[in-house]
């Protein structure tokens, strides 16, 4: 049986670690080429033949702030692979810097607005011409649930960039709808990726407060949030677009979370 995505073309920024390696390997499992983004240039080889070698992954480094790159990035896609199908605008960071508003300097603030949205917004802006030639894609911006609801530890300045992510997608996905390209954000809770790793080893405190408020228990996993970003990639999900998907161990639909 023909994979879900089955001789589609991908963009995954952020795609050598975390959600973005996950959501690479079930892309080539369900039969698309993949065209990864990422800064990581000593993980992009090792990916690559992870995945399965040229005929299936490329590798391109990029400064997803730097439009230059960016738009190189998807012109290798189409070049590469013939078409730019899909684009997961994954990338993001979260740095200690970034606290409540009374610590957090402007540099800080800055920093995280170019990474976690005007990379957003030069990754959909790369991504569209292509598909508005083609008249079909399918674009999964990474949000947060804390775009939906105040985060329980500061970080004013992620949180506001997830709710720009999350404002522009619900753009976006309106304005092209009849173009046939959709776009949808994902709005993952805490999941063990290497960022949550990073917060537990420098302040295991303010890590274990996230957990708390998760009904289910845990954090959630990247293979959990890799098969719903194949689900928004797919025809299955071929009436959504501006959605909120949230996938979060409900911690956006908790009001008191028992312990």
């Not at 996905?173 to 420098?202: D, M, S, Y």
Request: aromatic content about 6%; overall charge negative; charged content about 20%.
């Amino acid at each position: 049986m023909a994979g879900r995505i089955e001789g589609k073309v991908a963009v995954v920024t952020g795609g050598c670690s975390g959600i973005g390696l996950a959501t690479s390997r079930r892309f080539v499992e369900e039969g698309a080429k993949v065209v990864i983004g990422d800064i990581n240039t000593d993980r992009g080889a090792e990916v690559v033949d992870e995945l399965g070698g040229p005929d299936v992954a490329t590798f391109v480094q990029v400064d997803v702030t730097d439009k230059d790159q960016v738009d190189a990035l998807f012109k290798t896609a189409k070049d590469t692979y013939g078409s730019v199908d899909i684009a997961f605008n994954n990338a993001g960071i979260s740095p200690p810097q970034d606290d409540s508003i009374l610590d957090t300097d402007l540099d800080a603030w800055d920093l995280v607005q170019r990474v976690n949205l005007t990379s957003v917004y030069l990754c959909c802006k790369a991504a569209l011409p292509y598909m508005l030639e083609q008249k079909s894609g399918s674009i999964i911006n990474t949000a947060s649930f804390v775009a939906v609801m105040g985060a329980a530890t500061s970080q004013i300045s992620y949180s506001a960039s997830k709710g720009g992510v999350l404002s522009m997608t619900r753009e976006l996905g309106v304005q092209f709808a009849r173009e046939g390209i959709r776009v949808n954000a994902l709005c993952p809770g805490p999941v063990n990726t290497p960022l949550l790793k990073e917060l537990f080893a420098k302040d295991a405190e303010r890590a274990a407060r996230r957990l708390v408020h998760v009904p289910m228990g845990r954090f959630g996993e990247p293979e959990e949030m890799a098969n719903a970003v194949l689900f928004l990639a797919s025809d299955e999900s071929s009436f959504m677009t501006a959605s909120t998907f949230l996938v979060d161990g409900g911690i956006s639909g908790a009001y008191v979370t028992p312990l």
